[in-house]
């Protein structure tokens, strides 16, 4: 007798399909999970890119190269020299402006003894009038007595007259004097300060014939030689300080609502790979889209407009010890993924700068120098102690 089998395949199969669907569905609920705990709360782009300070090197004064000790990509250090100019013209310049202010002074001492002199003057022609005064009041008592004639009296007279007129001479001229020293010491007469100054500058440029490093960094874009004639202001090389880097990342428009200064951003370069990663933060937003600073900005009120999302650039900042364990450089391409889930920073538009100021002051000529030179010169030539 035969007997009837109910076929296990199609039972099979609807519980494969329902185990498919399950770990989907569970694959599923994973994701919306893992977007809304994680990916909603990130913003990633990976047009990013390395930027820096790209520090111009010119010359104060014109000059003939005549010594370049740097080349493309090697390291400098702070107040290094860079390059020399020829020094001959400036280095006249300077000893005749040390000449001329050690005239200068000796001049203006010569003025002051003088002024004395005339100080003395006044005195000895008051003494002067005084002794005539006198005599004509002698002779004035004698007048009308056969002792003393009218003549001898009108002699009296006059050098009593002389006696005020030579008087008020000597003060004029003490008046003139003392109108061009003032009341000023030496050092301060405006003709020593005026030499002094033009020392300073001759000092000066003497100096800013050695073009130093601003700044330490990477030398990049060289293009002077030996020999050349340069102009003041003319750019000679840059400077890049690779320690002050940031990345530029930029993020689409509505991608911004979220972005707040001081969020953790994660990074990796193209450079490194991923193996590497920077951490750093978000410190400001640009002013404007790349295009709006364009060259040839985009016009759309031409009628042929089609609407793009737009980028913004969005600052961040490197972390100084990972920048120094895996150096960049600029213009590198970074992947930035930021971490949008705290709010409590200040929004982009608030944003504070970053980093310490630029000052590069400390590798200027020192003027204290010159000034210590115009007091020995100026003691050198007065007799006294700096």
């Known amino acids: 007798m035969d007997q009837t089998v109910t076929p296990a395949a199609p039972s099979k199969r609807r519980r494969n399909l329902l185990v498919i669907t399950l770990l989907f569905l569970l694959l599923a609920i994973a994701y919306t999970v893992y977007w809304v705990l994680v990916l909603s709360k990130q913003q990633s782009t990976d047009d990013a890119n390395v930027s820096?300070?790209?520090?111009?090197?010119?010359?104060?004064?014109?000059?003939?190269?005549?010594?370049?000790?740097?080349?493309?990509?090697?390291?400098?250090?702070?107040?290094?020299?860079?390059?020399?100019?020829?020094?001959?013209?400036?280095?006249?310049?300077?000893?005749?402006?040390?000449?001329?202010?050690?005239?200068?002074?000796?001049?203006t001492r010569q003025l002051t003894i003088n002024t004395q002199q005339l100080a003395a003057q006044v005195t000895l022609r008051q003494t002067e009038l005084a002794r005539a005064e006198a005599d004509l009041k002698r002779r004035a008592q004698l007048a009308g007595s056969d002792a003393l004639s009218a003549e001898e009296l009108n002699h009296a007279k006059d050098s009593?007259?002389?006696?005020?007129?030579?008087l008020d001479a000597a003060r004029e001229q003490q008046k003139a004097s003392n109108a061009l020293l003032g009341k000023d010491v030496l050092a301060e007469q405006p003709n020593v300060k005026a030499a002094a100054s033009r020392l300073k500058e001759a000092w000066l440029n003497l100096q800013r014939t050695e073009i130093k490093a601003p700044l330490s960094g990477v030398i990049a874009r060289r293009n002077i030689q030996v020999g050349q004639k340069v102009n003041a202001g003319s750019p000679l090389m840059a400077v890049v300080p690779l320690h002050q880097l940031?990345?530029?990342?930029?993020?689409?428009?509505?991608?911004?609502?979220?972005?707040?200064?001081?969020?953790a951003v994660e990074l990796h370069s193209d450079l490194h790979g991923s193996d590497i990663t920077y951490h750093g933060k978000v410190v400001g937003l640009s002013a404007g889209t790349g295009s709006a600073f364009a060259l040839l900005p985009a016009q759309n009120a031409t009628g042929n407009w089609i609407k793009v999302v737009q980028r913004v650039p969005v600052r961040i900042q490197l972390n100084p010890?990972?920048?120094?364990?895996?150096?960049?450089?600029?213009?590198?391409?970074?992947a930035a993924v930021v971490d949008t889930s705290h709010q409590e920073g200040l929004t982009?538009?608030?944003?504070?700068?970053?980093?310490?100021?630029?000052?590069?002051r400390a590798q200027r000529p020192d003027l204290q120098q010159a000034e210590q030179l115009v007091q020995q010169l100026l003691a050198a030539n007065t007799g006294s102690a700096p």
């Open 160 to 166: 009593v007259a002389s006696a005020k007129a030579t």
């Open 321 to 334: 010890q990972e920048l120094m364990q895996h150096p960049l450089r600029v213009g590198l391409s970074m």
């Open 52 to 107: 820096g300070h790209i520090v111009q090197i010119t010359p104060e004064i014109s000059g003939t190269i005549v010594k370049v000790a740097v080349e493309d990509t090697q390291s400098v250090k702070a107040g290094q020299v860079l390059l020399s100019l020829d020094n001959s013209d400036a280095q006249l310049a300077f000893e005749r402006a040390r000449h001329e202010f050690a005239q200068t002074v000796r001049q």
């Open 348 to 360: 982009l538009d608030k944003a504070q700068a970053f980093g310490p100021p630029q000052d590069i």
């Open 246 to 263: 940031w990345v530029d990342a930029n993020f689409k428009e509505n991608q911004l609502a979220n972005m707040r200064v001081g969020q």
